[in-house]
């Protein structure tokens, strides 16, 4: 079952063209990724998504809303961890007591037991990446988008919260959509990845992952990930060439 | 360890006062001052003592004033800042009335303010309310401005509205400004009360300070005059209390190390 399909989508901020005919389609259950040099108009996406901009295109979504992990975690600082991952029930008009009874058994599965009561600043930078995870999915919408949810971590952090983010996917199944312009990251975590273009953004090239997970389990799967890594690489930086070039051409 | 430190971060503050105090009262017994021109802290402190009913009696008035003007202008500072918040035309238009409103001469405006509504509480209140008001609303203003704009983002696509988004992320994000706000005003609170009794009253601080200059008793002006300013730094220490209260995850930021450390994030993995 089809949950987002995206046809023709373009948007221009005035004479700015930044998305040139996005087409796209995710499956129910299935993890995708959108891969993309940084400034291509990814983040633009999803502000088209989550209704915070409109643009020219179709698009299809079976569901009533996303459930939207922005790049920086968002925590409000002057909640404790639980009251920021309740936000969403509140928001959608649950009290704060059922709401705190609802999200309070999936702590100890966040690697957040303990912490219930704690507030954000008392967090390590993994960790509040992952309380934002919780506020994300509690939410129980049909699809979850994550906006380079692990940008902002040092580098062992991030690699620890993208395995961790496996074994949650594996276990729940969600539907996903993910931002990055990591390529390891998105190799890891996708079953199909879009490769976009420098900006104007097009979508260059529809890769399949068709790995066997958990994919840092073996050598040999991490060989087969590194050559499918090497091969996005090279349309990347491949691309960036004469897409660059010809766009010294439109300021003319 | 909290007291020890308190102790040591206010050592030299207090021991510069006291040495202030010691000098100038060397000066005035040693340099043949009259007291009539110049009373050592000693005698103005005993005068005070042996004056206390007369101070009391004065205080309190000068208290009720100032706390009634400020929470009225606490209340408006809130609704104001929160209407101008939804209705941006509103600041474009309020914003330069309220800056001339700073302009205005507290020594000519009091009297007037006295003339119009008389030597009852009101003017006071007026008074104390505008030069408090100012600070605040401005500081709530830029308060709500300075809320993270993801958390917003996220709020809407949360789908929650613009009062909720108000009451959820605007309005706790200003808090920080609104307290440093709080603190600048509230040191403008009592001194308006005073010139508003200064300009007539039937009792107050202010009136007495009049009166004691009248009579030749500077000691008694300087023992008014320390109670009005002990009155502002207890109004100040409450509003420090007040924020350490309503704002408990800033204290928590200070000792986070302490308390959990910073445990490596793969930790929990299941």
């Not at chain 2, 503050?13 to 043949?32: Q, S």
Request: with cysteine; glycine share 8%.
């Amino acid at each position: 079952m089809t949950r987002l399909e995206l046809r023709n989508m373009r948007k221009n901020f005035g004479a700015l063209e930044v998305l040139a005919g996005i087409s796209l389609h995710v499956e129910e259950g299935e993890f995708v990724s959108i891969l993309g040099p940084s400034g291509a108009g990814k983040s633009t996406l999803f502000q088209l998504l989550t209704g915070a901009i409109r643009g020219e295109g179709e698009m299809r979504f079976d569901g009533a809303r996303f459930a939207f992990m922005p790049q920086r975690d968002a925590l409000m600082p002057w909640r404790r961890v639980i009251d920021n991952a309740t936000l969403g029930l509140e928001v959608q008009g649950l009290k704060r007591r059922a709401a705190r009874e609802r999200v309070a058994p999936l702590f100890a599965e966040f690697g957040l037991a303990g912490f219930e009561r704690a507030w954000p600043a008392e967090l390590s930078g993994g960790m509040r990446q992952r309380a934002a995870l919780l506020r994300t999915v509690v939410q129980q919408c049909d699809m979850l988008l994550l906006d380079e949810p692990f940008g902002a971590l040092d580098a062992l952090t991030r690699a620890a919260m993208q395995r961790w983010l496996e074994t949650m996917w594996r276990n729940h199944r969600w539907t996903a959509l993910l931002i990055t312009h990591d390529v390891r990251e998105a190799v890891l975590l996708s079953d199909r990845i879009y490769v976009l273009s420098a900006r104007p953004a097009r979508v260059v090239r529809e890769v399949a992952v068709p790995l066997p997970r958990p994919r840092t389990k073996s050598a040999a799967l991490a060989r087969e990930a590194a050559a499918i890594e090497a091969g996005i690489l090279d349309i990347l930086l491949g691309a960036a060439e004469p897409i660059s070039q010809p766009s010294d051409g439109e300021n003319r | 360890m909290a007291v020890i430190s308190t102790v040591a971060k206010i050592f030299p503050a207090a021991v510069a006062f006291a040495l202030l105090l010691l000098i100038w009262e060397l000066c005035a017994r040693l340099g043949g001052i009259a007291p009539t021109v110049l009373p050592a802290p000693s005698r103005v402190l005993a005068q005070a003592w042996e004056n206390r009913a007369a101070l009391a009696d004065n205080t309190l008035p000068t208290m009720r004033a100032t706390l009634a003007g400020f929470a009225c202008s606490l209340v408006a500072a809130f609704i104001l800042s929160a209407l101008v918040d939804f209705f941006a035309p509103l600041r474009r238009a309020l914003f330069p009335l309220l800056i001339a409103s700073q302009t205005l001469p507290l020594v000519a405006i009091a009297p007037l303010v006295v003339l119009w509504f008389g030597f009852g509480l009101l003017p006071k209140i007026l008074l104390v309310a505008l030069v408090t008001f100012f600070p605040m609303m401005v500081a709530l203003v830029e308060g709500y401005a300075a809320t993270a704009q993801e958390i917003s983002q996220m709020l809407a696509a949360m789908g929650a509205g613009r009062r909720r988004i108000f009451w959820l992320a605007r309005s706790p994000s200003a808090l920080p400004y609104f307290f440093a706000g709080l603190r600048i005003s509230i040191t403008y609170a009592v001194v308006g009360a005073i010139f508003a009794e200064y300009a007539g009253a039937a009792k107050g601080l202010g009136i007495y300070m009049l009166s004691a200059k009248n009579n030749f008793r500077p000691d008694l002006v300087l023992a008014a005059v320390a109670v009005s300013s002990a009155l502002t730094l207890t109004l100040f220490g409450l509003a420090v209390l007040a924020q350490r209260l309503a704002m408990p995850w800033e204290n928590a930021k200070s000792d986070r190390a302490g308390r959990y450390g910073d445990k490596p994030s793969g930790e929990g993995r299941p």
